[in-house]
């Protein structure tokens, strides 16, 4: 069997400590005498070999000389012996060595030396690539793009196209990056009605995105997925560019999961996790479950879907949800996201049970979580267990002991514990440690928001919108800012064509969300516009059932005279939160006794 020089090579590192001293090849005998026998044995065994024993003695000084401190040299060395050869392992041991020593421009000459004597070398032009893209030589890479792809097999090409992307990764200047792409893959965009030129225009999508052009991305992807309905490449383009203001990407991925029979669910489930962004709740969850019914055995949907039926206060549901997730990880391979994900479903199992005050429950669903990323987590709802049981004290003390490895940590614990006592209405205790806390990080707008929540919840309304206003200059996109000081208006009645402006402002930031949709609608209620207020309630209550926008929603019926349907309302809002204040107040306030 023909050996390549690198592996007769493979013992060097353990022979070349006793060869420090060879300074000819007729000396290596008398270095080693066992290495020498072993290198003979691989020379005699090794035919034909183009490897003498002066290139032999080439190739150990060189890995000497480069193991000395000295890879100049040892580079030289090993480059000439490849050329010598003509063996690829040799090309690639002098360009790594280049690398190593960050020579770049002597990398790339060995890398151009290995393509020049092996023109079909895939691996030689993807060096020669890579390293043009590292020394930042963007408009160098088309040649090499286009080498690469004619290479390809016509099976292998669509997945070389696809793979492009990731080596610009790192490339300051997208644009050029860009350009040169969308020139190297030129030829294949007008293969028509191929996977290949569906691989190159969802490859052009994913570059304009990533150099921040939107629209150029959206018609990529839309001619992606006319040269092949079935491309998955063009549907992961357009759901980065879901939004509002491109409604045509998300008519792009509605088209592909209604065209294909066979769907992955990985498709799927972010076509669920966009809706989930958007806060667009039930469509999300109609996603996740067609998931688990064309791929029952697929964990995350479950996993989700319980989740967001935790939030929602469907107890049953969600318990079903998660415990068939659990059943289904556990029979396969333990990983890094299996094990999160088996933590985020002993939590969730947890809550459930404290909401039915098992105690001792929700402790066995924690006892089992043994990921230490997650003992914040853990540890915050052991602390909500003991403060429901009259332990506050206890409760607070258990998130203050958690270690804490970075400013990262510490900022999670008082997180933690702000929502513990958010959680057991202690609004001044969590105003008292937001308001010392904020001091230390004064530029934590997530922080100060909170401190504004709880001013609220005090009476100090002059404090809350000061708060709020100071949230808006540090972060003119912080839409919950907006959305809150409006509702704030237009609940106490005041300054209503203010709060309305506030609340179209947070809608520009997130159109779809629910809870700010739920703070137009009062907002109009409240201005006497009850006709549009219904409509927006509608929409609002279609897209995230909740008590509180229920509570709204049924008001404004009520005041209407659509009496039945106001307690059908209130109804199906004490379903979903039994406690919600919003909804106890107004049903109160309105005498109204479901």
Known sequence: MKKTLMSVLGGMSLVAPLLLCAQTPEALPAASAPAAQEAQAALDSATPSPLTGELFYQLVVGEITTQDGQPAAGYALILDAARKSNDAQLYQRATDIALQSRSGDAALQAARAWK???????????????????????????????TDLELATAAERPLAVAAIPRAFARVADKKLATASV???????????????????WATVGRMR???GNAAGALEAAQKSQAADPRSEGAILVALELMDAKLPAAEALVKAHLEGNRQVLPEIRMAYARALLDAQRYAEAATQLQTTIREKPDFAPARLILGSLQLQDNQLPQAQTSLEEYIALVQKQPGEDETTRGLAQAYLSLAQIAEKRKDFAGAEAWIARIDNPEQMIQAQTRRASILASQGKLAQGRQLIRDLPQRNAGDARQKILAEVGLLRELKQYQMAYDLLAQTVVKFPEEVDLVYDQAMMAEKLGKLSEMEALLRRVIKTKPEYHSAYNALGYSFADRNMRLPEARELIRKALQFAPSDPFIRDSLGWVEFRMGNKAEAVKIFEEAFKARPDAEIAAH??????????????????????LLGPDNQTLVDTLKRLQVKL
């Open 116 to 146: 020049d004597a092996q023109p079909q070398s895939r691996e030689a032009n993807r060096y020669v690539l890579q390293i043009l893209i590292a020394l930042n030589r963007i408009s160098d890479t088309v040649e090499p793009i286009k």
């Open 182 to 200: 969308e020139q190297a893959v030129a030829r294949y965009l007008n293969d028509n009605k191929t996977a290949v030129a569906s691989s190159a």
């Open 209 to 211: 995105l990533a150099a």
């Open 553 to 574: 929603f049924g008001e404004v019926l009520w005041s209407m005279g659509q009496r039945e349907r106001a307690v059908a309302i209130w109804r199906e809002g004490q």
